[in-house]
């Protein structure tokens, strides 16, 4: 079976300050998820050593020195950040796939739609990544994991997608009810949080930096077809990496 951990960057009820909202995420095979937040925990004791509790990496909390980063030097702030993108970039874990999607204001008619397109937007990308695994003789099915803040929300958008479908057809592969859970205690979600933040970083400020190194992940990326993990919608002229 394959997870996907989703998260947002942006703020859906916020457009007068933010063009962009996107949800992203990272899909792991669950015999993987042990060997991933391994990677992570040796992170934390390089960058904290003496912690004996488990810090939560949030992308914003670090760059903001917030938390347990309150203090901590920029330099290496920005090295931690970097780090935990290599991580996902790098990872010899063949089975951590990436997706992402944004919309743009100009697409945006309210909060409840923003979220709605860009979520029925991954699950479908996960579908897709699902069929494609089947068909390279790698039968696997699929369960969402969502940070539980807005667990009601994705509740009704998941039995929305059941029993009506998504705009191009049914989540075949994507079983049972999502399951929801804090950033705070599990590692994936936490990486969630950082594609999630690229993804912003790129759409919000142009910038591309953090992009770039996760960007080989992206399902579909590898054979040309980038479009099949990361989505723009936007209704103005782009001409970003997914659009061209």
Known sequence: MHLLYLDESGDPHSWQSQKTYVMGGVAIHEGQIHGIGTLMDNLQNTHLPGLQ????????????????????????????????????????????????????????????????????????????????????????????????NREAEYRELVNDFKSQGTTHGFLGNVIDIPYFGRCSQTRMLQLADFVANAVFEYYERNDPTYLNIILPRFHGHAWGKLSLGFGHVAKRKCKCMVCI
Do not use: M, W
């Not at 903001?64 to 901590?72: L, S, V």
């Not at 950040?81 to 790098?90: K, M, R, S, T």
């Not at 945006?108 to 397109?117: E, F, N, W």
């Open 53 to 148: 509790i488990q810090v939560a990496f949030h992308a914003y909390d670090i760059k903001q020195g917030k938390g347990h980063f309150q203090g901590i030097a920029l330099s290496k702030r920005n090295q931690i950040v970097q780090d935990v993108y290599a991580l996902i970039g790098g990872t010899t874990f063949s089975n951590l796939v990436v997706f992402a999607t944004a919309i743009d204001i100009t697409a945006v008619t309210s909060p409840a739609q923003a979220r709605r397109v860009v979520f029925e937007d991954v699950c479908e990308k996960f579908n897709g990544f699902l069929v494609h695994q089947y068909r390279a003789g790698f039968p696997a099915k699929g369960l969402l994991i969502i940070d539980q």
